[in-house]
């Protein structure tokens, strides 16, 4: 690959890229307070709970469909533990609870990955949505923890403003979340940890030969994918002002699993633009007729439309454009022989231990 | 904890290879949990016998149901390496289809809102075996047309089914608006029957549902181990190339897999249909039923099935009564600690194979 090719490549990346990051920066003066709310702060936060996902299924090779039911324990527990409508009647400040939610989810989390990080593929991804299932059943039944028809009203910090009449504040903390946790998987994928993990996602027998201790390398980045699906959590409760059994239920995880699949399941960034597609989607298709409430449909089809046309998602048709027009330039042969679609079909047969 | 020494070698060989101590008490931890479960269950039932009886009748009798679902998820996954995931709305089409059908042959009197009417003999089984047929060819629409052409691609295909999955879901609800209601099942079955030794009685249906799911076994243990259609599926699943290369239609067995697989789906819709109700959250409760009894079982393992489907029903049905009281609604936990149980010791569950 020549320079310029390089050059260029990155240009198509980190253009895109940067100019987004400014539009968001100043989204509040260009955006009506109810689009700012409604569309762009929950894509945000959408966008950590599919980053969380996608962190796992591109660098661990876990596709995971218990991030749902983890933001929901880090929400409920932080909604239990401040005063709200429903829910256990105990009234702590909210940063504390807000501590305390973190830790549950990525406690949750590390036992769960404790248990589920000896297998792998697809079985991982079987284990996982079973686990996030009965976690949506367990707030269903237990009503002393999500009340009857959710915990309502739940308190926030104080720096976290009415989110309908003063969206700003919740904005910009989702946004500085959202941008921490980006920056965060990008430099942590440099480091040996991150480094070990990638191993462990492209074989984890020659991982093991080397002396690594694979389960304990998968249960800790379950661990950290909780930790970032728990900000997501917080942030869905503040935003909602309420969290019930409904907010982590099936649809609520596939959901989350479109949004990732949009963006495109092996590229960080691919989390923040699939959600945006998809609050964009919600707020626009609630005002056709045609659509009315099956919203599902709609949904399930650009979905089956996604992996069957382009694994990569919308990442992986930009990857193709990047690699297009990288190869007018240098002449040569395609800048990057393995795309995103190579990356997606070599995760997707993520080898069995034998 | 040796995984390469579970994970590799599944037969008593692997209990020749000493052990290291963590998985020692593992073991034990887990042989004190059992052994705990039990004793709490004996003391229950010898407080309480007919109670005893009456729920492990409705465990043995939903296990029953669990299998005749779950059966037709392994058995695609066992010779496809497919997992359904829209095996759960599948089940919800063919309860709500086989209701609506019903409704319209006896003109909408026998059917009631978990009523104990009956319906005639044929207005059960049309429904029953058109619902079936329905299901099974939307199965196998959805296998030629989009997973035929990925496979291998396990992830992707899962990906297909759970959007096929939420679209039927979604427009079965449109279509039947999703209002719960229970099928009428036939008259010419008794309501109910005298259980012998005792004074009690139990409902007729569910015994029934039972010794179809005996049925449903014994008929795909007879297919798979003693037909040449079985032959083909199990060489199949060990070596799908070299079945093909000797001159054997291999998709047109992978068809007839999946057909009989989501037909199983929708004969599980029917059944449950009849003896719990249909409901619009059927598919996520029958999706995750499915899983978890495939994973306690190991995947594509029909005894497996059996046994996962079996352990399920009995702790979903003894949970919800032995619990102490005040705390029964935390019987999933149960369902949660079943699996945990299950996982730590055999991660690729009771009767599972590496791939």
Same mark, same amino acid.
Not at chain 1, 160 to 178: C, E, M, R
Not at chain 2, 149 to 159: I, K, P, S, V
């Given at each position: ?45 959408? !966008?950590?709970?599919? +980053?969380?996902?996608?962190? @796992? $299924?591109?660098? #661990? %090779? ?7 039911? =983890? ?15 429903? !829910?256990?009647?105990? +009234?702590?400040?909210?940063? @504390? $609870?807000?501590? #305390? %939610? ?7 989390? =590390? ?244 | ?355």
């Amino acid at each position: 690959m020549n320079r310029s090719a390089l050059t260029m490549e990155r240009l198509f990346w980190w253009g895109p890229g940067i100019l987004f990051a400014l539009i968001l920066l100043v989204a509040p003066l260009l955006f009506t307070d109810f689009y700012l709310s409604q569309v762009i702060t929950k894509a945000l936060w959408l !966008g950590i709970a599919a +980053a969380s996902l996608i962190f @796992l $299924a591109a660098y #661990v %090779g876990m596709v995971s469909l218990g991030q749902v039911a =983890l933001y929901g324990i880090a929400g409920f527990t932080m909604a239990n533990l401040v005063e709200a409508d429903g !829910g256990s009647p105990i +009234a702590w400040n909210p940063w @504390l $609870a807000t501590g #305390v %939610g973190i830790l549950a989810a990525v406690g949750a989390g =590390l036992f769960i990955g404790a248990i589920a990080s000896r297998s792998y593929g697809i079985y991982f991804l079987m284990i996982t949505l079973a686990v996030g299932v009965l976690t949506f059943y367990f707030f269903a039944q237990v009503t002393q923890l999500s009340g009857f028809g959710g915990v309502n009203n739940v308190t926030r910090p104080g720096i976290v403003s009415n989110p309908v009449t003063d969206p700003q504040n919740l904005f910009y903390i989702a946004l500085g979340v959202s941008a921490v946790v980006f920056l965060f998987v990008r430099y942590l994928a440099r480091t040996p940890f991150g480094l070990a993990l990638q191993g462990v996602r492209d074989d984890p027998s020659r991982m093991r030969a080397l002396g690594y201790n694979v389960p304990l390398l998968r249960m800790l980045a379950f661990g950290l994918g909780a930790l970032i699906a728990s900000f997501a959590g917080i942030i869905s409760v503040w935003w909602n002002t309420r969290i019930s059994p409904g907010s982590i239920d099936l649809s609520r995880t596939i959901d989350v699993l479109v949004i990732a699949v949009i963006g495109g399941l092996y590229r960080l960034e691919g989390a923040w633009v699939g959600a945006f597609v998809f609050a964009a989607l919600d707020n626009w298709t609630r005002g056709l007729d045609i659509v009315g409430q099956r919203f599902n449909t709609v949904i399930g089809a650009i979905f089956l439309a996604i992996v069957l046309l382009s694994p990569g998602g919308l990442m992986g048709i930009w990857q193709t454009i990047v690699d297009f027009f990288g190869r007018q330039l240098s002449g040569g042969p395609p800048a990057r022989p393995t795309g995103a679609a190579g990356e997606a079909q070599h995760a997707t047969d993520s080898p069995q231990p034998s | 904890m040796s995984e390469a020494a579970s994970a590799a070698a599944p037969d008593w060989r692997s209990r020749l290879v000493a052990v290291p101590a963590g998985t020692l008490a593992l073991r034990a931890a887990v042989t004190v949990v059992v052994a705990f479960v039990a004793v709490w269950v004996a003391y229950k039932a010898y407080g309480d016998p007919r109670t005893f009886v009456i729920v492990g009748l409705n465990g043995l009798t939903l296990a029953g149901l669990y299998f005749v679902v779950a059966s037709g998820f392994t058995l695609i996954f066992g010779l496809m390496r497919v997992v359904n995931m829209a095996h759960g709305s599948l089940y919800m089409l063919a309860g709500f289809f086989a209701l609506e059908l019903q409704t319209t042959l006896t003109g909408g009197e026998a059917t009631s809102a978990f009523g104990s009417s009956q319906a005639g003999l044929g207005d059960w089984i049309i429904p029953l075996v058109v619902a079936c047929l329905a299901v099974g060819l939307i199965g196998l629409v959805m296998q030629q047309l989009f997973l035929r052409w990925n496979q291998g691609q396990e992830l992707r295909q899962a990906l297909i089914t759970i959007a096929i999955g939420i679209i039927i879901a979604d427009q079965t609800l449109a279509h039947f608006g999703g209002i719960a209601e229970s099928l009428a099942a036939p008259d010419a079955f008794p309501e109910s029957v005298h259980l012998p030794f005792s004074d009690l009685t139990y409902p007729f249906f569910r015994i029934f549902v039972l010794l179809v799911a005996v049925a449903v076994g014994l008929a795909l243990w007879a297919m798979i181990q003693r037909t040449r259609f079985g032959m083909i599926v199990r060489a199949g699943v060990d070596d799908r190339q070299m079945v093909s290369a000797l001159g054997i239609n291999i998709q047109l067995v992978f068809a007839s897999a999946f057909f009989l697989g989501a037909m199983l789906a929708g004969l599980g819709g029917v059944l449950g249909g009849t003896m719990i109700s249909v409901d619009k959250a059927n598919d996520t409760q029958y999706l995750l039923i499915s899983l978890i009894v495939v994973i306690i079982g190991g995947m594509g393992s029909l005894a497996g099935a059996a046994l996962g489907a079996l352990a399920l029903g009995l702790v979903d049905s003894f949970g919800d009564v032995y619990l102490p009281a005040g705390y029964t609604n935390y019987s999933i936990l149960l369902i949660f600690g079943l699996l945990v149980l299950v996982l730590a010791v055999r991660p690729l569950g009771l009767f599972g194979r590496p791939a």
